[in-house]
């Protein structure tokens, strides 16, 4: 299986609302990686987790919170949002040890409005 | 500074013709380079993975090669489909860190 999954597919909030996107890997990967996307730009880093703990936060607001309950699940928690926060959200996985044939492996995405 | 850069930006063709796509790059240390495709709206879908010994891959119509002195790569798309309309993204990794080209849009017209 090398598939990682994402829920849901598309998300509209408002901004006092508050939601969560998942991701899930059952690869036996152990990195775990959240970024934003906006359109026609690369994907930007949010959160790295690296053995189910916290390892990168790329200066990312509060109210992007997220989580890593096992080493197959993450997921972030959103609060308050702003609309500037609507993108495409990817969850990536790959392994921790730095071998040359290291790998991202990314889910589809949720798409994110923020009204 | 580590970063990647990508050309073109954007890129149209006529259905059936060919193509290439350029990646050069000033990551180090080095791991591997991939190429991936990612469609409007899903995420990126991984094309081929390239060390540092290898000089080029295929994946069906699409050939990477890699110079690793000059630091540059090349995904060529061959008898080009309507279906290859999307973006190309370059990644280079350093162990664990990975950085993203800006990417080039490629639309396939009929």
């Known amino acids: 299986d090398t598939e990682v999954t994402q829920t849901p597919k598309h998300l509209v909030m408002g901004m006092t609302n508050k939601k969560s996107l998942k991701c899930e890997q059952h690869?036996?990967?152990?990195?775990m990686y959240w970024y934003k996307q906006k359109a026609k730009k690369p994907p930007e880093l949010m959160f790295v987790?690296?053995?189910?703990?916290?390892?990168i936060n790329e200066s990312v607001p509060s109210r992007f919170s997220p989580e890593c309950p096992n080493s197959s699940l993450l997921n972030l928690h959103l609060h308050a949002l702003q609309p500037e926060d609507s993108a495409l959200y990817l969850c990536?996985?790959?392994?921790?040890?730095?071998?040359?044939?290291?790998?991202?492996?990314f889910g589809p995405g949720t798409r994110l409005t923020v009204l | 500074k580590n970063q990647v850069e990508q050309s073109p930006q954007s890129l149209i063709i006529l259905e059936g013709k060919n193509c290439t796509l350029q990646?050069?790059?000033?990551?180090?240390?080095?791991?591997?380079l991939r190429w991936y495709k990612q469609d409007t709206g899903r995420g990126p879908v991984s094309l081929t993975i390239?060390?540092?010994?290898?000089n080029t891959k295929s994946n069906g119509r699409y050939t990477a090669t890699l110079d690793a002195d000059t630091k540059q790569s090349s995904l060529h798309i061959t008898a080009s489909q309507l279906s290859d309309s999307a973006s190309y993204i370059c990644?280079?990794?350093?162990?664990?860190?990975?950085?993203f080209g800006t990417g080039t849009s490629l639309t396939v017209i009929p």
């Open positions: 990536a996985s790959s392994q921790v040890r730095t071998s040359v044939e290291n790998e991202q492996f």
């Open positions: 690869m036996g990967h152990r990195a």
């Open positions: 987790y690296s053995y189910e703990k916290l390892s």
């Open positions: 990646c050069n790059y000033t990551v180090s240390p080095f791991s591997n």
């Open positions: 390239m060390t540092f010994s290898e």
């Open positions: 990644v280079v990794s350093a162990g664990n860190q990975f950085y």
